[in-house]
T-cell receptor, first 117, second 115 residues
Framework: AQKVTQAQTEISVVEKEDVTLDCVYE???????LFWYKQPPSGELVFLIR??????QNEISGRYSWNFQKSTSSFNFTITASQVVDSAVYFC??????????????FGTGTQLKVEL | SAVISQKPSRDICQRGTSLTIQCQVD?????MFWYRQQPGQSLTLIAT?????????ESGFVIDKFPISRPNLTFSTLTVSNMSPEDSSIYLC????????????FGPGTRLTVL
């Protein structure tokens, strides 16, 4: 069975602070995919990143960066110089290989990020 | 990426009635899914919508309660049957595109309130 744990229920920061959202996963698959989604107050889910299990390189996209560490089964997400518009719920998710049940996503419970002025 | 639309965007329904939610994708996709997000909770997969055949349901979800159709590659419906207040949730449709396997996009969701 797959499991995703986001231990941080809610984080509050002041604008321009850096913030890291933690994600720990469990899977028996050797091939799997990890995702981060953003859900602003309007409710839609915004895709942020997908990472496959064979690619442990960290990724940076503007103020966003992701740290994938297979050794600790973690896929953490850092926002640098946070802004009020970053306020949202962030979900980490996991799926197995395409042939192993397809793209069904297992979501973590989400982290509510509040960025204040 | 695929653009996904859902209708209705929100509805308020009476106990015991049924509501059908439509999901339309703007391009051919391989797989379509329906998720439920109860208030303040994470997303839970209801079922995989299979084209031209019965949907594949996850544990805890049954066809009689959540009948699903997928008549073609770009369209699916989810019906929430015999509703009760516990069915009040956001229902989201998602899809993976032919050009981007395992990259899953979501519709804007249908916010359902059952009185």
């Amino acid at each position: 069975a797959q499991k995703v744990t986001q231990a941080q229920t809610e984080i509050s920061v002041v604008e321009k602070e850096d913030v890291t959202l933690d994600c720990v996963y469990e899977t028996r698959d050797t091939t799997y995919y990890l995702f981060w989604y953003k859900q602003p107050p309007s409710g839609e889910l915004v895709f942020l990143i997908r990472r496959n299990s064979f690619d442990e390189q960290n990724e940076i996209s503007g103020r966003y960066s992701w740290n994938f560490q297979k050794s600790t089964s973690s896929f953490n997400f850092t926002i640098t110089a946070s802004q009020v518009v970053d306020s949202a719920v962030y979900f980490c998710a996991l799926s197995g290989a395409i042939t192993g049940g397809g793209n069904k996503l297992t979501f973590g419970t989400g982290t509510q990020l509040k960025v204040e002025l | 990426s695929a653009v996904i639309s859902q209708k209705p965007s929100r509805d308020i329904c009476q106990r015991g009635t049924s509501l059908t939610i439509q999901c339309q994708v703007d391009s051919q996709v391989t797989m379509m899914f329906w998720y439920r997000q109860q208030p303040g909770q994470s997303l839970t997969l209801i079922a995989t919508a299979n084209q031209g055949s019965e949907a594949t349901y996850e544990s805890g979800f049954v066809i009689d309660k959540f009948p699903i159709s997928r008549p073609n590659l770009t369209f699916s419906t989810l019906t929430v049957s015999n509703m009760s207040p516990e069915d009040s949730s956001i229902y989201l449709c998602s899809a993976t595109s032919l050009s981007s396997y395992n990259e899953q996009f979501f519709g804007p969701g249908t916010r359902l309130t059952v009185l």
